[in-house]
């Protein structure tokens, strides 16, 4: 199974930017999905979770800017981030909690994308 992530890019402080990931392979189904980010010489946090029935959890700091989706028929979770700010700026990896055609249950992770918010 792997995770691809898009979406990351450059942008001024106050701007949007949409992740997407998507999963494939060998998979069964999906549970929680969710992005984490990790900033230079920090540990990677979670940013949001949503659950296969589209529950979704938040960090603090991206409460109201940020809305996390996904679209199970397509295997993929979406990020859409207005009003960023320069603290925003990391690599954000998706993450996917897999049961594949095996019946094996594991996280998988992107290859992670880079998010910089500057003017």
């Known amino acids: 199974v792997q995770l691809q992530a898009s979406g990351g890019g450059l942008v001024q402080p106050g701007g949007s930017l949409r992740l997407s990931c998507a999963a494939s392979?060998?998979?069964?189904?999906?549970?929680?999905m969710g992005w984490y980010r990790q900033a230079p010489g920090m540990q990677r946090d979670m940013v949001a979770i949503?659950?296969?029935?589209?529950?979704?959890k938040y960090a603090d700091s991206v409460k109201g800017r940020f809305t996390i989706s996904r679209d199970n028929a397509k295997n993929s979770v979406y990020l859409q981030m207005n009003s960023l700010k320069p603290e925003d700026t990391a690599v954000y990896y998706c993450?996917?909690?897999?049961?594949?055609?095996?019946?094996?249950?594991?996280?998988?992770w992107g290859q992670g994308t880079q998010v910089t918010v500057s003017s």
């Open positions: 993450k996917a909690d897999i049961r594949d055609s095996w019946n094996n249950v594991y996280a998988a």
């Open positions: 392979g060998s998979i069964f189904s999906i549970n929680d």
């Open positions: 949503i659950s296969r029935r589209g529950g979704t």
